[in-house]
T-cell receptor, first 112, second 116 residues
Framework: GQQVMQIPQYQHVQEGEDFTTYCNSS?????IQWYKQRPGGHPVFLIQ?????EVKKQKRLTFQFGEAKKNSSLHITATQTTDVGTYFC????????????FGQGTELSVKP | KAGVTQTPRYLIKTRGQQVTLSCSPI?????VSWYQQTPGQGLQFLFE???????NKGNFPGRFSGRQFSNSRSEMNVSTLELGDSALYLC???????????????FGPGTRLTVL
């Protein structure tokens, strides 16, 4: 079935370094959502991208949606220890009846 | 507004038993989805309910079932538990499906199920 692949699975960075996680779908997505899950917590919605080529920023976080609406990325500039957690992308596949398919997540650890 | 609540938060069962998990969505949210989260498989979609009807279903065996009540509260049932059912079960609510598409998910804290 349709899948949303996310890489890398783990990323260890030094505080102050940048971080990027990538999301790829085998199918065109209606939109893509990003969530963050802190250790021991539950996923929390960050942002939703809908338009082809869309770019959105939230402080140090930059989200992009590919032109073909099959891929997306989340880039964090100058990571901080508060950025620690697992970042999930979730693609909405319209012809699947509006089903939201989550990527495997990228676990980010930040060394102070 | 109160967030999504799930009960119980922790549960220990043995193989072959059944379990019922409960989810109360955010007030005004009419769509409830259930997910299974395990270290190896990530977040797996179980099913979504809207207006007491199952709107979407993931690829899980029939042992997994759910329902939604008129007040939008939802329950999930797993019968004949297996060791592999040990996981964090997350419930998420959203306002309503816009244009047939699932909206932003607001997750509850989850129920940690351990099957011995």
């Amino acid at each position: 079935g349709q899948q949303v692949m996310q890489i890398p699975q783990y990323q260890h960075v030094q505080e102050g370094e940048d971080f990027t996680t990538y999301c790829n779908s085998s199918t065109t997505l209606s939109n893509i959502q990003w969530y963050k899950q802190r250790p021991g917590g539950h996923p929390v919605f960050l942002i939703q991208l809908v338009k082809s080529g869309e770019v959105k920023k939230q402080k140090r976080l930059t989200f992009q949606f590919g032109e073909a609406k099959k891929n997306s990325s989340l880039h964090i500039t100058a990571t901080q220890t508060t950025d620690v957690g697992t970042y999930f992308c979730a693609g909405l596949i319209y012809n699947q009846g509006g089903k939201l398919i989550f990527g495997q997540g990228t676990e980010l650890s930040v060394k102070p | 507004k109160a967030g999504v609540t799930q009960t119980p938060r922790y549960l220990i069962k043995t193989r072959g038993q059944q379990v019922t998990l409960s989810c109360s969505p955010i007030s005004g949210h009419r769509s409830v989805s259930w997910y299974q989260q395990t270290p190896g498989q990530g977040l797996q979609f179980l099913f979504e309910y809207f207006s007491e009807t199952q709107r979407n279903k993931g690829n899980f065996p029939g042992r997994f079932s759910g329902r939604q009540f008129s007040n939008s509260r939802s329950e999930m049932n797993v019968s004949t538990l297996e060791l592999g059912d040990s996981a964090l079960y997350l419930c998420a609510s959203s306002i309503l499906p816009a244009q047939g598409l699932t909206d932003t998910q607001y997750f509850g804290p989850g129920t940690r199920l351990t099957v011995l």
